[in-house]
């Protein structure tokens, strides 16, 4: 199959990232290579599950740590392997605190303190923030060296401890519910409403390929937005249109957002 043919169903940015997905998909078909990759987000999974279902004889099997995992690793290899008994590596880092600062750490912080001592965004999976701790589910390879390295979160000062993945403690994911009425279902209108920004200071994030519309970049401000979108914007968080809904007397639409928190 020509590269070619592939990157049409892509953004140009993503080239990079399909090349490389292609290449762990043609080895594995090809030399019957083995590969487990790193932490995925759902785009780069969603690109990978793509290209295997484009090869016959190459299969893939997910895991994140818990069902509905964001953040997963992938084992592909050729489709005659058994992978369900495949090691995919996975630890659960447990953070846990005396003080009652604690309880204010968002998931932010956590992924701050942990990138601060020169890991790797793909070595860490999905982050649970948990009432009394965090759980973060990470490469074992790195394990060792996070619950030596990390004493600090954000100047609280936390205890770690590796678990097994069976072990995690999943956060359910909270949501702030936010109901607007927009002119439109522009992507620039509904996220200065979110983020309380003016129309022309939400041009800078969307224009700097700082915002993504379902992990994929999204430089377009008059992309419309639709049931189910997750927004993404570096420096505010993400949110998900939860509904859109009948139009107002003045022809404005209701919209219903759910904030990340």
Not at 60 to 86: H, K, Q, T
Not at 109 to 125: F, H, N, T
Not at 185 to 200: F, K
């Amino acid at each position: 199959m020509m590269r070619n043919e592939i990157y049409g169903h892509f953004h140009p940015d993503e080239r990079q990232f399909v090349d490389k997905a292609w290449e762990w998909v043609s080895h594995a078909g090809d030399y019957h290579e083995v590969k487990l990759t790193e932490f995925l987000d759902p785009r780069q999974g969603y690109i990978l599950q793509t290209l295997v279902n484009r090869h016959p004889d190459v299969e893939v099997r997910w895991e994140g740590g818990s069902e509905n995992a964001e953040r997963r690793r992938a084992l592909v290899a050729p489709d005659y392997r058994d992978l369900s008994e495949e090691d995919i590596e996975l630890k659960v880092l447990s953070i846990s605190s005396g003080e009652q600062k604690f309880l204010t750490l968002e998931h932010g912080d956590y992924m701050g303190a942990i990138l601060g001592l020169g890991v790797k965004r793909g070595k860490i999976g999905d982050i649970h923030v948990l009432e009394d701790g965090c759980h973060v589910v990470v490469a074992s390879d790195i394990a060792d060296y996070l619950a030596m390295n990390l004493t600090g979160v954000h100047r609280v000062n936390v205890t770690t401890e590796i678990l097994p993945v069976s072990g995690l403690r999943a956060a359910a994911v909270k949501l702030e519910t936010v109901e607007l009425t927009v002119a439109s279902l522009r992507l620039d209108g509904i996220a200065a409403d979110v983020t309380r920004l003016s129309r022309s200071k939400i041009l800078v994030p969307i224009k700097a390929g700082r915002v993504r519309v379902n992990w994929k970049v999204e430089e377009d401000p008059s992309c419309g937005l639709k049931d189910g979108d997750m927004v993404s914007i570096q420096g505010f968080g993400r949110f998900k249109v939860l509904e859109i809904g009948s139009l107002t007397k003045k022809g404005r639409y209701r919209v219903k957002v759910g904030k990340f928190v």
